[in-house]
T-cell receptor, first 116, second 112 residues
Framework: NAGVMQNPRHLVRRRGQEARLRCSPM?????VYWYRQLPEEGLKFMVY????????ESGMPKERFSAEFPKEGPSILRIQQVVRGDSAAYFC??????????????FGDGTRLSIL | DQQVKQNSPSLSVQEGRISILNCDYT??????FLWYKKYPAEGPTFLIS?????DKNEDGRFTVFLNKSAKHLSLHIVPSQPGDSAVYFC???????????FGKGTRLHILP
C-alpha cells in the first residue's frame, strides 16, 4: 500500500495519559501535515513538518501537543496529559518535496482518539 | 472566523441528476482551491482542484467552477451516482502557505 499510513486507527486513553499517533507519508513524499477533526466540523490544520524540521505549527495548541518527523521513521504527534476535549479524529497528509505549482495533499485514514 | 464556508450541511439529489455543492470564502489571498470527498471512517480523498487563474476545471463527471469576484466556487457532479453519497469538503490555500483551510463539509445523499 503506497498511501499515507496512520496507526493506530483507534486509540483509547484515560485522562492524564499520553497519546502517540504515527504517520508514514506516501513513498517519495517528505512533507507531512497533521489535521484534527472534531465531530460535525471540518479538518483544522495543526502542524506542517519536513524531515527533522517543523515548518509551521501555527495550529498546534500551545501546551501538551508536540510533533516530530525524524530523519528515519514515521512522523509522531504526541499529546501529553490528555483531556476529554482531545477526543477527535486526527488526520495526517503528505505531499511531494518538489512542488511545481500547487499539488494536493493526500490523506491517511486517520486515528480516532477517545478519552475516557 | 471561518475563511471557507459551506452553508448547506446536507443535500439530497436523485440518481442521474446533477449535484451542485457550493462554497464561499473570505480570504482574497487564497489562490488554490480543492474539493475532497470523505466516506465514514476513512480519510479525505482528493477529488479535483482549481487554480485562481482559471474559472473552470473538469475531470470526468466532476467540474469545479470558480468565481473570484464573488469569492465563490461550486462543484458539479453529473450524472450523480449512488457511490457519490459522501461528505464533500471544500478547501483552499495560499500558494505561499502550505496549510489547507477546510470548510465544515456538505453531506450528499444520492437517492435511488
Amino acid at each position: 500500500n503506497a498511501g499515507v499510513m496512520q496507526n493506530p486507527r483507534h486509540l483509547v486513553r484515560r485522562r492524564g495519559q499520553e497519546a502517540r499517533l504515527r504517520c508514514s507519508p506516501m513513498k517519495g513524499h517528505s512533507h507531512v501535515y497533521w489535521y484534527r477533526q472534531l465531530p460535525e466540523e471540518g479538518l483544522k490544520f495543526m502542524v506542517y513538518l519536513q524531515k527533522e524540521n517543523i515548518i509551521d505549527e501555527s495550529g498546534m495548541p500551545k501546551e501538551r501537543f508536540s510533533a516530530e518527523f525524524p530523519k528515519e521513521g514515521p512522523s509522531i504527534l504526541r499529546i501529553q496529559q490528555v483531556v476529554r476535549g482531545d477526543s477527535a479524529a486526527y488526520f495526517c497528509a503528505s505531499s511531494p518535496p518538489n512542488r511545481s505549482g500547487n499539488q494536493p495533499q493526500h490523506f491517511g485514514d486517520g486515528t480516532r482518539l477517545s478519552i475516557l | 472566523d471561518q475563511q471557507v464556508k459551506q452553508n448547506s450541511p446536507s443535500l439530497s439529489v436523485q440518481e442521474g441528476r446533477i449535484s451542485i455543492l457550493n462554497c464561499d470564502y473570505t480570504n482574497s489571498m487564497f489562490d488554490y482551491f480543492l474539493w475532497y470527498k470523505k466516506y465514514p471512517a476513512e480519510g479525505p480523498t482528493f477529488l479535483i482542484s482549481i487554480s485562481s487563474i482559471k474559472d473552470k476545471n473538469e475531470d470526468g463527471r466532476f467540474t469545479v467552477f470558480l468565481n473570484k469576484s464573488a469569492k465563490h466556487l461550486s462543484l458539479h457532479i453529473v450524472p450523480s451516482q449512488p457511490g457519490d453519497s459522501a461528505v464533500y469538503f471544500c478547501a483552499a490555500s495560499e500558494v505561499r502557505d502550505d496549510k489547507i483551510i477546510f470548510g465544515k463539509g456538505t453531506r450528499l445523499h444520492i437517492l435511488p
